[in-house]
Every structure is written in C-alpha cells, then in structure tokens.
Nanobody
Framework: QVQLVESGGGLVQAGGSLRLSCVVS????????VNWFRQAPGKEREFVAT????????NYADFAQGRFTISRDNGKNTAYLQMNNLKPEDTAVYYC?????WGQGTQVTVSS
C-alpha cells in the first residue's frame, strides 16, 4: 500500500521559513515525479511545485517562484519543500502528491 506522509508544518511569523517533508513508502520512489499542492480555507487546491524523477527538473507556481524550493532525496524516499519569506497568504494545508497518491496534508499558518 502506497503511503505519503507529510510533516514540518506549523505556525510561523511573516518573513519566516519552514521546510516540509514528504516520506513515501510502498513504491519505488524514484519512478515518479513529486508534486506539492496547497489548499487554503474556502479555496480550491492549487499547484505549488513539481520535481522530476531524478530531481534535475523543477517547476513552480508564480507565487512560489523565488521563495520556495522543491527537492528530493531518492535514497531516503523523501521530498522536501523549503519555504522562505512566508506571507500570511501562504496559510494553507500543504499536500504531497505522487502518481495518483496523496498525503494527508500538513497545516502551515503564517501570522502577520
């Protein structure tokens, strides 16, 4: 059974940083790209960032460009999302996604 487990969320002041982690089990992690999405209260889930199987290629939503960095360690079956200069509008539940599988999400709250 495939499982994705996110961690690293929390409460941070505006301008602060958080690093989210996503540990994947039950499949060969390096076979698929990894994506991060987020969903704020009352809003639809939106794309944040993606990283290719080998970690060479990345792509970001406009709001994430220059502030967020996606990475992965295939030896640890783990993907990361480093978030810097956080803003109150980044408040959301952040989800890890890989080929038809989703994590349970981790809450990020940014106070002004």
């Amino acid at each position: 059974q495939v499982q994705l487990v996110e961690s690293g969320g929390g409460l941070v002041q505006a301008g602060g940083s958080l690093r989210l982690s996503c540990v994947v089990s039950g499949r060969t992690f390096s076979t698929y790209a990894v994506n991060w999405f987020r969903q704020a209260p009352g809003k639809e889930r939106e794309f944040v960032a993606t990283i290719s199987r080998n970690g060479i290629s990345t792509n970001y939503a406009d709001f994430a460009q220059g502030r967020f960095t996606i990475s992965r360690d295939n030896g640890k079956n783990t993907a990361y999302l480093q978030m810097n200069n956080l803003k109150p509008e980044d408040t959301a539940v952040y989800y890890c996604h890989q080929w038809q599988s989703w994590g349970q999400g981790t809450q990020v709250t940014v106070s002004s």
